[in-house]
């Protein structure tokens, strides 16, 4: 039976995970084959691998010799499968009913579409922001640090980087989506070759969807359905590690494309926004006692 969709899964000690997520993914679609594949960067550590071979034979699992970080492992998994489509899915999601089928049906008849993700809620059921965005500027830098983007969540001029001004159930293009749910054709992602390795944690993603866009393909939000994302708990253990390195590979994805010139200039101004962009973050979220950090 031949494989509609391949779903590649990073796992890194997400043993208590992956079982609500594996369980929600269906088996086939349409007469054709879902394969699933689980990279498990942390080794087996914490029983992943044995999980995997006693409860779910039918997954594939890989074990590299070493963490591959996001993009490398995902790109192990993206040679190692077949499927015609391909969706990159965090451990710690769970896919609601029907949600795969309505959109791949969307993506099918829609070539121009080069990535599409539905609406992610987090546990609490309020919306994940970070699932459409669009590419953040300096001035969406300055918002978000200095709190302009929560208090005036509807004003456009102030949420350009989470779009909090358009409405969270319906469908439109956004500059970018997130890794944690990335529905797109094999041969589009394939041609761009996957994520770009140089970023092992982070920025990947936005780092995806501005090659896609640049190869003239759409990126697409479609509120209309929605998965759970249990987002922030590995954040969470180790705050001060993490949120440096997602504001460090944020300001390398801008380095990457908004500096093809490699002007000292323009890379000396991106350093000092991202600085203090990452400075101001930080310190209202310990203040406030939200350890969320603000890029993703």
């Known amino acids: 039976m031949p494989a509609v969709l391949s779903i590649i899964i990073v796992a890194y000690q997400s043993r208590g ?33 044995t999980l995997l071979r006693a409860v779910y034979p039918w997954v594939r699992a890989i074990t590299p010799e070493t963490n591959l970080g996001f993009g490398r492992a995902n790109n192990r998994g993206l040679h190692a499968t077949r499927g015609a489509l391909v969706l990159f899915l965090n451990p710690d999601t769970v896919l609601r009913p029907g949600v795969i089928e309505a959109l791949i049906a969307r993506l099918r008849p829609e070539p121009g579409i080069g990535l599409i993700s539905p609406r992610l809620e987090l546990a609490d059921g309020t919306m994940d922001l970070a699932c459409r965005r669009g590419i953040p500027s300096v001035w969406d830098g300055f918002c978000r640090a200095a709190g302009l983007a929560r208090w005036f969540p509807r004003t456009r001029w102030f949420c350009g980087y989470n779009l909090t001004h358009l409405p969270e159930r319906e469908t439109y293009d956004v500059g970018a989506i997130n890794g944690a749910f990335m529905l797109g054709p094999r041969d589009l992602i394939t041609q761009l070759g996957g994520f770009d390795e140089s970023f092992f944690m982070y920025g990947d993603d936005l780092d995806l969807c501005l090659r896609v866009r640049q190869a003239g393909r759409r990126i697409v939000y479609d509120g209309r359905w929605s998965i759970v994302h249990l987002k922030g708990q590995s954040v969470d253990r180790d705050f001060e ?31 000092m926004a ?4 990452k400075w101001i973050s930080r310190g209202r979220a310990r203040w406030s006692g939200r350890r969320r950090v603000q890029p993703r």
């Open 241 to 271: 590690r993490m949120s440096e390195a997602i504001f460090d590979a944020n300001r390398e994805v801008f380095l990457k494309h908004f500096n093809p010139r490699r002007s000292r200039w323009v890379e000396w101004r991106y350093r």
């Open 17 to 49: 995970e992956l079982p609500a997520c594996l369980e929600s993914i269906p088996r086939e679609i349409g007469g054709e084959e879902v394969e699933v594949c689980v990279i498990d960067n942390s080794r087996d550590a914490d029983g992943t691998l």
């Open 274 to 277: 991202f600085g203090l962009w």
